[in-house]
C-alpha cells in the first residue's frame, strides 16, 4: 500500500517576503520618515537621497548587523547635511568647509534645533534594534519591488516639492547674469573724498512675495521727513546666489563666489575688491560685524580684501555693546548704529565703513535680550499669521530705528547709506518660506545730500 504523504497548509507571509518588509522598514520607512513629516508643510527636495538610502540599504542587506548600521549612520548624516545644504542655499561643499566652525555657534539656544537632534537620536537607536531583523531578501520578484519602494517614494518627495524647488540650492550656474546693489546704485562711483560711504549687510533680509504687511513694513522707518531732508532715497532687487559669506563676496568683489577664494591674500588682491579699491583712493577701510571673526575666517579675509581695521564681537563689547543671544550668540545689532555714528564723527579722512548685522539669523527665539517676544507691537498680523517672521520684523524694526536716529542727527557727518540683504530667511517650512522671493534681496540706498552752502 502506497503511503501518502499530507502537506501541511502553508500560512501567513512567506520568510523571504518577511525580509523585504524588514528592510523596507529600515531602508524606505525609518531612514526618511523624519523628512517625509515635512512634505506638507515644506523641506528641500531629496528624491536623490531617498535613491541614495535605498540603494546602499540593498547593497549591505546581506553584511553584518554592525556593517548595516554603519551604512545607516552614514547615510542619514549625508541626508542631514544635504537637508541643512538645500535649508540655506549651501552648496555641499560650502557647507562641508563650513563645518570646522560649528563650535562657535549655540544650537542648544533653539527648541527647533534640540527637537531635530533628538529625532535623530531617536532613529539610530531604532535603527540598531531594527537591524537584528533578517533583510536579505533574495527573490528577483522581491528585487523588483524593492526598487519600485524606492523610485515610488522618490518621485512622490518630487510631486511634493513641485512649487518650491526654486526656493532651495541656490549655487550660481556658469555663466550667470551678475548683478548687486553695490552695482546698480553706482556707490563706489560717490567716492570722491567728500563723504563716508556705509555698506550694511542685513542678514536674512529677503523680499517680500505677495505679502502686503511685510512690503509696507520693510523699509518704513526711512519713510520720514528728517530722511528725505537729508537723502535721496532709492530701493530695488538683487539677484543672490548661496549664503551670507556669498552675499559678502557679491557687493564687495562684484563677481559671484564665496569666501575660501579670498583667504590667499594673492587671490583676493587679483579681485581688487571695493574696500581695496577705496582705500586706493584715499578712504580709510573699516569692518564691523556682530560676532567673532573666527567664524567663517573673516578676520583673515577681511584684510586681504582692503579693510584697514575691523571690529568683532569683543571689540565691539569693550566699546558697550551688550550680548545677544541665539543659535548665533554676539553683540546686540540694535546697539551698533551709535558705535558706527562714533567712529564716524571721529574719522580725520573720508571712510568706508561695511557692517554686517547678526541677530536676525534663524531660528529667532524668544528671550534671550533680543527684544523681539512682544510681537503684536510689530504687527498684529505677523504676530497671528507667522510669528517667527514676525520676531526677524522686530530685530529689523530696532536696527532701523536705531540707524535712523544717527544718520538724521545735526553733527552726523555726510554719507551714502547702503543697506541690502544676504539673503532670503532659511525658513525650512513652506507657509514661512513662500513669503518671500526665493531669487532676489532687497536694497535701500540713501544718498546723501550734501549740507546746503551758506551764502556769502
Known amino acids: 500500500m502506497t503511503a501518502i504523504t499530507m502537506e501541511a497548509p502553508r500560512s501567513g507571509l512567506s520568510t523571504d517576503l518577511k525580509k523585504l518588509l524588514n528592510w523596507s522598514f529600515i531602508w524606505i520607512g525609518l531612514i526618511n520618515i523624519p523628512f517625509m513629516a515635512m512634505w506638507f508643510v515644506g523641506a528641500p527636495p531629496r528624491h536623490f537621497e531617498i535613491a541614495v538610502a535605498g540603494f546602499i540599504g540593498l547593497i549591505v542587506k546581506r553584511m553584518p548587523r554592525v556593517v548595516q548600521w554603519i551604512a545607516f549612520a552614514g547615510v542619514t548624516a549625508y541626508s542631514i547635511l544635504s537637508f541643512v545644504a538645500g535649508l540655506f542655499n549651501l552648496g555641499m561643499s560650502s557647507l562641508l568647509y563650513s563645518m570646522q566652525f560649528f563650535a562657535e555657534i ?98 536674512s533680509l529677503g523680499v517680500p512675495n505677495d505679502n502686503k504687511v511685510m512690503s509696507d513694513k520693510l523699509f518704513a522707518y526711512y519713510e520720514n521727513s528728517a530722511i528725505q531732508a537729508r537723502y535721496d532715497v532709492s530701493q530695488g532687487t538683487s539677484l543672490y546666489y548661496n549664503s551670507t559669506t556669498s552675499g559678502e563676496f557679491r557687493e564687495m568683489c562684484g563677481q559671484w563666489g564665496d569666501y575660501y577664494e579670498l583667504l590667499d591674500p594673492a587671490d583676493a588682491a587679483k579681485l581688487n575688491c571695493l574696500p581695496a579699491m577705496l582705500a586706493k583712493q584715499g578712504y580709510a577701510t573699516h569692518a564691523m560685524h556682530s560676532f567673532k571673526g573666527e567664524f567663517f575666517k573673516r578676520a583673515e579675509w577681511y584684510p586681504n580684501i582692503g579693510f584697514q581695521s575691523q571690529e568683532f564681537w569683543p571689540d565691539l563689547q569693550e566699546k558697550g555693546a551688550e550680548w545677544c543671544g541665539g543659535v548665533f550668540a554676539g553683540a546686540c545689532d540694535r546697539q551698533i548704529p551709535r558705535l558706527m555714528a562714533e567712529s564716524l564723527k571721529q574719522a580725520e579722512q573720508p571712510t568706508f565703513l561695511y557692517w554686517l548685522t547678526l541677530n536676525a539669523h534663524l531660528p529667532v527665539p524668544t528671550g534671550l535680550n533680543l527684544n523681539a517676544d512682544d510681537c503684536q507691537r510689530v504687527s498684529p498680523e505677523l504676530a497671528k499669521d507667522f510669528p517667527m517672521i514676525c520676531r526677524q520684523f522686530a530685530i529689523f524694526d530696532d536696527i532701523d530705528k536705531a540707524l535712523v536716529k544717527e544718520i538724521t542727527a545735526s553733527d552726523f557727518p555726510d554719507a551714502d547709506i547702503l543697506i541690502v540683504g544676504d539673503h532670503m530667511p532659511p525658513y525650512f517650512d513652506r507657509h514661512n518660506r513662500s513669503q518671500f522671493d526665493p531669487e532676489r534681496v532687497p536694497w535701500l540706498y540713501l544718498k546723501a545730500k550734501g549740507q546746503p552752502e551758506v551764502a556769502q
Do not use: C
Open 106 to 203: 549655540k544650537p542648544s539656544n533653539s527648541i527647533e534645533y534640540l527637537a531635530a537632534a533628538a529625532v535623530i537620536f531617536g532613529m539610530l537607536i531604532t535603527s540598531w534594534f531594527m537591524l537584528k531583523r533578517d533583510t536579505n531578501f533574495v527573490k528577483p520578484l522581491h528585487i523588483l519591488m524593492s526598487g519600485v519602494l524606492i523610485f515610488g517614494l522618490a518621485g512622490a518627495d518630487f510631486a511634493m516639492g513641485q512649487g518650491m524647488r526654486g526656493h532651495y540650492f541656490r549655487e550660481a550656474p556658469a555663466g550667470a547674469t551678475f548683478e548687486s546693489a553695490v552695482e546698480k546704485t553706482g556707490l563706489a562711483a560717490r567716492a570722491d573724498g567728500k563723504r563716508h560711504l556705509i555698506l550694511i549687510m542685513v542678514e
